[in-house]
């Protein structure tokens, strides 16, 4: 008789046991690992399971697969210590992971033919069960995630670090044109992703007071004494790497009450006092990016961004004492990266945890804070820089600001040395901006705290230096430098896109899936008209797809064949989805009066949620759909152009769009978007790309090449010297007759039932302030647009256009930037790990 004695292997690096019942990759394994989970983990028998039932059970079955490599990784890394990244972010936009894993694994065929077992064909009708984790809202979480799986896909040892949101940003509904939110109660059915670890909770203090006292040394030292504490509780989701054995994690905290039931207050009838205190701390892990507005809902936003960074910290520096590791060889074990502002407390946090609970001597505590930090900047616009008032930041993290008065103090000595005398440097350098109420600048504290800090893209990374902290640049040249953003191609584009994917497959082989340079290799099929033709087949196939959903969901027939013109994004101004509305009307017009035959039939479409607090943006919502309405319904636009608005655009509905696109609407101001990551995703996709030179635009368009672009718009310096100059932009409409006629079928009510103060704001917003230079930019997009339109009609030209933006994009992918990231700023090489099973023949 044979049995097998799973064994991890010592070398290269030690792994873990395995059970090999529950690692096979077989239909048979699969299936079996479900009707097990069916059975014993859900109490459900096949007959009467639920599709819901059968997602739950498939997930189990995986997540049994994901085990192995988890525990193999953690117990390598505790039998040689390697040093880790720590990604700190308030989002990690992950998406539907039931997908994702089974390619990582490479057993969906094995999972489709299980399922088949079970009665169902087509695996997306499980698939599509799985809800969107409400762990993020855009680009910024969205980057986190790609970051957190190319980690583990270049076999980098990882630790994401956030907050498990109870409930995500919001559901997006259109009623009447306009967003409403509801709750996103994604988590109302259970999650079988996360694994939660109630024995490694941490306590977080808040409010309170300070006090000195003499240590046993006879040195004075200061504790805080906290008003009110949480509970951190850990929900471990596993990271799996692409065909690899790393698999990381991503460490999320749930907050708790210290004491979750008063007794005495049930007893005397104080019932809501009873659960006060349970209440208010799970508040702290409720609802992603409560709204700021208020001034609890500030407290609590920086409530919530402490909480998670205090219970990260502290794991991390629990997990140096676990292993027996000193303390001052922290910065050799974890690299931190602050994802934004969002995390920079831990500056701070890491001082406070180091001096007062650890007691350590000042020097030795900031050296290893500075060596352990580094920042990452997402944005130039001021007001997402985040200031946090003195008085509220006092009032709820007392010693944190006295640690941080000392920190500004000593930082501010070097820089009167630098430049004495000069008090407006002073001002602008100072971590505390004294300019009205006081308040705590926290990137300027991040950037004094971290040994890095680096830009998202060329353009945004010089921006950085000369406009945001030129004087910081100036003091410490070697601490900035760029990474470029990337997005995964295992998500973007062999998960999203399968018939993409089996087609460079078969021209170009599998290798492009780990290796993303490799669709350079494409570029041999340019001039290959029938590889054109089926380039055109396959991206024609998945528009189909689409439409049929836009007609499931909006009531809308479009036509698969028009130009899919697309742009999906948070809605805000200085992306300017009120820019594209104007061109549509242009079209809309030039159809209704007999100029509209060079005009591709075309369907645009639009996508994004509006912050709840943020009229102007939800005003642009309404003017989108208001378009759309009225386009819709008018027979002369049948064939010609329709308007969409996806409701509720989040990971899952990227999945479909980004795919099916034709044209990447990436208009921004000059200067305003940091980088962007949909662009990226676009172009891998074979969309070609229309758009200002902004955040990446700039460095896609130098690899995919200026004839493959569709370049407008004013540049950030000529942006600028409109600042200096004065920009009127009511004198500009007079001079365009086209622009005169689209706003002035806007201020009749053309597309608001005749209602002419709906959009007035908007209107006057462009005509008088016109802060993101929409107007000054309108002229020249619609000639781009009409360059977009002549290509179109050349569908061999427009092919080869689209088959050189995939084949170009392979500095986009996400692997390159984390190679980055690990070699200028974490120091971290990889670390695989190995895992066997040795068969021994049983003498019995």
């Not at 059975?39 to 007959?47: E, I, Q, R, T």
């Not at 308040?439 to 004094?448: I, S």
Request: aromatic share 10%; hydrophobic share 40%; with cysteine.
């Amino acid at each position: 008789m044979t049995t097998i004695r799973p064994r991890a292997l010592r070398l290269p690096t030690p792994g873990c046991y395995a059970d090999p019942h529950r690692s096979g990759a077989e239909p048979e394994d699969v299936f079996d690992g479900m009707t097990e989970h069916l059975f014993y983990s859900l109490g459900k028998l096949a007959p009467t399971a639920t599709r819901h039932d059968l997602y739950v059970a498939l997930s189990y079955a995986v997540r049994d697969r994901l085990m192995t490599r988890y525990l193999a990784g953690l117990e390598a890394l505790r039998a040689t210590p390697a040093r880790v990244v720590a990604y700190l972010s308030a989002e990690f936009l992950i998406g539907p992971q039931l997908g994702n894993n089974l390619l990582m694994l490479g057993i969906q065929d094995s999972a489709a033919a299980a399922l088949r077992r079970f009665g169902i064909e087509d695996i997306n009708q499980i698939l599509d069960v799985e809800e969107e984790p409400g762990l993020g809202n855009g680009g910024l979480g969205r980057l986190a995630a790609c970051f957190l799986e190319s980690l583990a896909s270049l076999e980098i040892p990882a630790s994401g670090y956030g907050i498990r949101y109870e409930f995500g940003i919001f559901d997006q509904l259109i009623r009447d044109g306009w967003q409403v939110e509801i709750t996103d109660k994604w988590l109302k059915a259970g999650w079988p992703w996360e694994l939660p670890q109630p024995d490694q909770a941490c306590f977080v203090g808040f409010g309170g007071r300070t006090e000195t006292y003499r240590d046993t040394h006879g040195d004075q030292r200061v504790r805080w004494i906290p008003a009110e504490h949480a509970i951190g509780i850990p929900h471990d989701v596993p990271v799996l790497g692409y065909r690899v054995n790393t698999c990381n994690r991503l460490r999320l905290w749930r907050a708790d009450a210290t004491e979750s039931f008063d007794f005495y207050a049930f007893n005397i009838g104080d019932y809501y006092g009873a659960v006060e205190e349970k209440v208010g701390s799970e508040t702290l892990s409720k609802v992603l990016y409560p709204n700021d507005g208020t001034d609890e809902g500030r407290r609590l936003r920086l409530k919530q961004q402490h909480f998670f960074v205090s219970c990260s910290l502290q794991d991390m520096i629990r997990s140096l004492e676990g292993r027996g590791l000193p303390l001052e060889e922290f910065p050799d074990h974890w690299a931190v990266q602050l994802n934004d502002t969002h995390p920079s407390i831990a500056v701070a946090e890491l001082m406070r945890l180091l001096i007062d609970e650890k007691q350590l001597e000042w020097d030795t505590a900031w050296d290893i804070t500075r060596r352990s930090l580094s920042y990452t900047n997402h944005t130039l616009l001021p007001e997402a820089l985040e200031k946090w008032g003195v008085d509220l930041f006092g009032s709820l993290l007392p010693r944190h600001l006295e640690l941080i008065y000392e920190i500004n103090r000593r930082f501010l000595q070097q820089v009167r040395i630098r430049y004495p005398g000069n008090e407006g440097v002073l001002a602008r350098m100072s971590i505390i901006d004294e300019q009205g109420g006081k308040a705590v600048r926290m990137a300027n504290l991040a950037t004094v705290g971290s040994h890095h800090v680096n830009g998202v893209a060329a353009l945004h990374s010089r921006l950085v230096t000369t406009d945001l902290f030129p004087e910081f640049a100036a003091f410490w040249p070697e601490k900035f430098t760029n990474v470029t953003n990337g997005v995964t191609p295992r998500r973007w584009m062999a998960l999203a896109n399968p018939q993409l994917a089996a087609l460079l497959d078969e021209a170009i082989g599998e290798g492009w899936v780990k290796d993303l340079e490799q669709l350079r290799q494409l570029e041999s099929y340019a001039g290959d008209s029938a590889f054109l033709e089926r380039w055109e087949t396959t991206k024609l196939a998945v528009k189909t797809q689409l439409s049929h959903y836009i007609h499931r969901h909006n009531g809308v027939l479009v036509d698969p064949s028009s130009l899919f013109d697309v742009q999906v994004k948070r809605i805000h101004e200085y992306k300017r989805q009120h820019l594209n509305a104007l061109q549509v009307i242009a079209q809309y017009l030039r159809i209704k009066n007999g100029e509209g035959d060079d005009l591709p039939p075309r369907t645009v479409i639009f996508g994004g949620k509006a912050a709840p607090g943020y009229y102007m943006a939800k005003l642009i919502i309404r003017f989108l759909n208001g378009i759309a309405d009225t386009i819709n319904a008018d027979p002369d636009m049948d064939g010609r152009l329709r308007v969409i608005f996806l409701a509720d655009y989040n990971v899952k509905l990227g999945e479909r769009v980004y795919p099916a696109s034709d044209l990447s609407e990436q208009i921004s101001t000059a200067g305003k978007e940091a980088s962007g990551t949909g662009n990226m995703k676009f172009a891998m996709n074979g969309a070609l790309t229309i758009g200002t030179l902004d955040g990446a635009n700039v460095e896609i368009r130098e690899q995919v090449g200026e004839d493959n672009f569709f370049l407008f718009g004013k540049t950030t310096e000529e942006i600028n010297a409109l600042h200096r100059t004065g920009y009127r932009p009511w004198e500009l409409i007079g001079s365009m007759p086209e622009l005169a006629e689209v706003l002035r079928l806007v201020e009749q009510g053309h597309f608001s039932n005749g209602d002419g103060e709906l959009f007035r704001p908007l209107l006057e917003n462009l005509t008088g302030r016109d802060p993101f230079f929409v107007l000054a930019d309108f002229n020249d997009y619609l000639r781009a647009q009409a360059a977009v339109g002549k290509a179109w009609v050349d569908r061999p030209r427009w092919n080869r256009m689209s088959l050189l933006n995939t084949a170009r994009t392979g500095f986009f992918s996400s692997d390159r930037s984390i190679r980055e990231y690990a070699e200028k700023i974490w120091q971290v090489t990889p670390y695989p790990v190995a895992i066997t099973c040795e068969i021994e023949d049983d003498p019995d």
